[in-house]
């Protein structure tokens, strides 16, 4: 009750910010960011395209990959638009496609510029029947969770490299949502099963299991990096309620009902984007790795997202999935095979 309350209200907790702490409130006491290369996906609207702004307005270089280049272009000049002397660069990036995330990597690595900081903020919320990624993957989990596995371990080189030469921690921060919570069965069973059809196809649990993904990925990287010894964090967190493309795609009379009763529950798109931009550049969260994040301060994920096993069940079978590690069964339809022994 207390922490609704607290919600409600928009309370501050011990980093100083609360819910209803904007983006740009959260970074006004942030250093100057102009030395700084940031990567954010998902940067053509919504929580990600407010986050490009902010973090374009205290100077960094931001670099906007997208499915959708023209949209990546208005953002671009949108930016520009508020601050002549932005730095931003468009480049092309399917999340869903193995093959574009390479290409992608390829085209920044080519461009020999430092990355300090990586935001894997893109979602989708795949509507209808079950859709599978021209990998073979269940498009929601491709998109939210396998291609960013993929896009953060081949930058993962340049970030240890700029953090070494500059001495600058580098930040990886990963979008989740408190929908994670709501999966709590075994997530490579329930691929496999959909996948093949054996069972029915779930929007929601969908989303649900790449977000959970996302959250187990973040544990694993900490675990990794540590070994690595790379001058580099990565952390997770949930935005809030906000009404954003990902949503409004399910118009409705039901659906703008129910917004309407929750009005009170759903945050701005600069109030969403705080606690991405606090992860990606607040001072204080230097050396913090491996934590979830809401509202701007540590919270606790869901007890299927703590299990160190199951991070290091999922990070194989992406390294895995990523290297062609999916076989054809029941009449081509393609089965992720995870490990089990882990």
């Given at each position: 009750m207390?922490q609704a ?5 928009g309370s501050?907790?011990a ?18 960011l102009?030395s700084?290369?940031?990567?954010i ?21 931001v ?6 280049v ?6 671009r ?26 290409a ?9 510029l ?21 990998d ?11 291609g ?5 371990k ?15 921690q ?8 408190s929908?994670?919570?709501?999966f709590?069965?075994?997530w ?20 649900a299991v790449?977000?959970?993904a ?8 900490a ?18 309620i906000?009404?954003t ?6 118009e ?7 917004f309407?009763?929750?009005?009170k529950l ?6 969403a984007?705080?606690?991405?931009c606090y992860a990606?550049?607040?001072?204080r969260?230097a050396?913090?790795s491996g934590?979830y994040f ?12 703590t ?5 290091a ?10 290297s062609?590690?999916i076989t054809?069964q029941g ?6 095979q995870?490990?089990?022994n882990?």
């Open positions: 207390l309350a607290r919600y409600l209200l501050p907790g980093s100083g910010f609360g819910s209803k702490s904007t983006a740009d409130e959260v970074t006004s006491a942030c250093p100057d102009s700084l290369t940031a990567i996906t998902g940067a053509t609207s919504g929580i990600g395209a407010e986050t490009a702004r902010v973090l374009a307005k205290r100077g960094a270089r670099v906007i990959p997208a499915r959708n023209k949209a990546a272009e208005d953002m000049a949108r930016i520009l638009g508020e601050f002549p002397g932005a730095d931003v660069l468009v480049l092309h990036l399917d999340l869903s496609s193995l093959a574009s995330v390479r992608f990597a390829d085209r920044f690595l080519a461009l020999g430092p990355l300090h900081l990586l935001i894997n903020n893109a979602g989708k919320f795949s509507h209808g029947q079950l859709a599978l990624s021209e073979g993957v269940e498009m929601t989990f491709a998109t939210n969770y396998l960013h596995f993929l896009l953060t081949l930058l993962l080189g340049r970030m240890a490299e700029t953090a070494a030469a500059t001495g600058v580098g930040r990886i921060v990963n979008v989740s949502s929908v994670h919570s709501w709590s069965g075994d490579a069973d329930y691929l496999s099963q959909v996948t093949r059809r054996k069972i029915a196809y779930d929007a929601t649990q969908a989303y790449s977000k959970l996302n959250v187990l990925h973040t544990k694993e990287l675990v990794q990096l540590r070994e690595m010894g790379a001058d580099i964090t990565v952390n997770c967190v949930h935005p809030g906000v009404r493309r990902l949503n409004r795609d399910r409705g009379i039901v659906t703008d009902l129910v309407v009763l929750l009005s759903l945050k701005t798109i600069p109030q984007a705080a606690t991405t990606a550049a607040h001072p969260l050396g913090v934590r809401a509202d701007c301060n540590e919270a606790q994920p869901s007890p299927a997202a299990s160190r096993r199951e991070a069940r999922l990070w194989q079978a992406s390294e895995a999935m990523i062609g590690g054809q009449g081509g339809i393609p089965v992720l995870p490990d089990r882990i």
